[in-house]
């Protein structure tokens, strides 16, 4: 069985010029990566199997996790070849180029770019589009970006007589410092979504300059809002807009 297909794809290439295909398409240097995804993917070389010249070709490298452009045994979540302060990891979910800092050449390199919302492959300000996710268990607000966790941050939601809602909303208005009639106190970078009366919010000032629970972060013991901690409320607020989806469970 095994000779038959060797002799079968033998006539099959003399047929299409030896053409080489991965997953039906076009694979120059015959290592598994087909030639669109080394351009566009992983930025490896279409026409030489192991890019990096360390015994292991592109596909092995890829399919375990390992950098094909780094000879050490470093892996892509570890490696950053061109010091852009991105992993390569991440440059092959974002598309971005690892061996370049600044794949869109607009001055800013590709992790500062996406750490600050921006498409890192657009010299356009255009923005990335995140969505969050708050886990009531684990008391935790992640920041996603193309469904990836850029960023978690720990939060304290209701308690259990107030509890948060759960489900699927959105951000549905800002308020730089919005205050709160209810409980008289302000709450910073205020993002409302679509359930009445909540919120996430940098935790709370009284008028007097009392911060309110810095040490509640991690603990369900808010009115039913999603506190953030000082810095991770700016970090967000500065990041979503209106339309962005929360998923609340
Ligand atoms: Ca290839
Ligand atoms: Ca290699
Ligand atoms: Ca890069
Ligand atoms: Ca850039």
Redesign the pocket.
């Known amino acids: 069985m095994f000779w038959k297909n060797i002799i079968f794809i033998f006539i099959f290439s003399l047929f299409f010029g030896f053409r080489v295909v991965a997953n039906g398409l076009p694979d120059a240097d015959r290592d598994g990566v087909p030639d669109q995804d080394e351009r566009q993917i992983y930025y490896t070389d279409p026409n030489k199997a192991?890019?990096?010249?360390?015994?292991?070709?592109?596909f092995?490298?890829i399919n375990s996790g390992?950098s094909?452009h780094n000879?050490q045994a470093v892996k892509t979540i570890d490696s950053d070849v061109d010091s852009d302060t991105l992993s390569e990891a991440w440059e092959i979910k974002f598309k971005t180029d690892p061996r370049n800092k600044d794949s869109d050449n607009d001055g800013v390199y590709d992790g500062v770019e996406i750490d600050k919302g921006f498409n890192p492959l657009s010299v356009e300000n255009s923005r990335l589009k995140p969505s969050l996710r708050i886990n009531l268990q684990k008391q935790t607000l992640d920041y996603l970006l193309f469904g990836y966790v850029w960023k978690s941050f720990s939060v304290s939601t209701g308690k259990a007589s107030m509890p948060t809602p759960t489900g699927d909303f959105m951000v549905v208005n800002k308020i730089e410092k919005a205050w709160s009639r209810t409980y008289r106190l302000w709450m910073p970078y205020w993002l409302g979504i679509n359930s009445p009366g909540i919120g996430i919010h940098e935790l709370p000032i009284w008028p007097n300059g009392y911060r309110e629970g810095e040490n509640h972060l991690g603990r369900p013991v808010s009115h039913g809002c999603v506190r953030l901690g000082i810095g991770a409320a700016a970090y967000i607020y500065d990041r979503v807009s209106s339309g962005t989806p929360i998923s609340i469970r």
């Open positions: 192991d890019t990096d010249d360390d015994g292991f070709n592109d092995e490298e390992f094909p000879p």
